[in-house]
């Protein structure tokens, strides 16, 4: 249900080469295998993926014991 709940918001990744910084939201991210950066590099987003996750189980957790405050 709460699957997702993390897609609209919008995070900074770096260039490890370039130092340019990249806002790309969880959604887009999740739906890509890597991406390329102007200068060339290429990200893999896997573990950024993995790490969303872990974000995002604890996020329902809390959630989930909340749930009787949630509007
Ligand atoms: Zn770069």
């Known amino acids: ?12 990744i770096v260039c490890p ?3 340019e910084q990249l806002v790309k939201s969880i959604g887009w991210l999740r739906n890509q ?12 987003t896997n573990q950024l993926a993995a790490d969303i ?3 995002e ?5 809390f ?8 509007h």
Do not use: P
């Open 17 to 19: 080469q370039c130092s």
């Open 1 to 12: 249900m709460l699957n997702g709940l993390l897609d609209k918001c919008e995070i900074v």
């Open 57 to 61: 189980k604890s996020v329902e957790d």
């Open 33 to 44: 295998g890597q991406f390329a950066c102007d200068c060339g590099a290429a990200f893999d």
């Open 53 to 55: 996750r872990k974000v």
């Open 63 to 70: 959630g989930t014991k909340v749930g009787k405050l949630r």
